[in-house]
């Protein structure tokens, strides 16, 4: 497992334990502990679930296919969004963006947009560009022709949405820590939330690439 991997299970575990505190008591009351417990099982959830990669790409990028592979050669879910359509109002963990041509005024607005989660593009459908010079648009892209394990530009996709994906828990451990100072007070549980905040927050930064990055 990896380091951000190990980082997700151990904030998972220990947001259980406390949710499994908090279950309904007796005769089937609902409490605000209960309610309480129903939230921290939802975030822990969100903490297990794969990273969420929103594939971008205009009319014949490929973005379908490319997002099936990654599917396929990552531990990842992919949603696939026509460039041109408007923004889902969903947040992904990753935004991967496919380009198979020029990037238009619309997709480059799309792309400097402000964001926390991690951003990627991509040149697709390279394998057209075969006898002709990298176009200039591409230049310094990784280029995808072939969507399959061992093509050259594919791997290093993959290794570029990996590199993205080990962001990931951080940045959920971050929102789950919002969303339990942001939620606790509705339904009556301050005390419970602070003690649970500040055992986060001591899981994090003591994870080693934090330390890593602090020394």
Known sequence: MTETGALAAAASALIRRHAAALGAPPRGAISADARYGRLLAEIASGLEAPPRVRVVGGPGAGRGRLAAALETALDVRCEVVDANRTLPATVPDIELFAWCTAPCRHELQWLRR??????????TRADTWAGEERPAWAEGLVAVGECAPG????DQACSLVDEAAAEVPALRLAVATLRLDR?????????????????????AHNAPFARQGAS
């Open 151 to 154: 093509s050259t530009g594919f």
């Open 114 to 123: 402000p964001r926390r989660h991690p951003a990627v593009v991509v040149a």
């Open 183 to 203: 939620d606790c007070d509705g339904l009556g549980a301050r005390d419970v939330a602070e003690a649970l905040s500040a055992e986060l927050s001591t899981l």
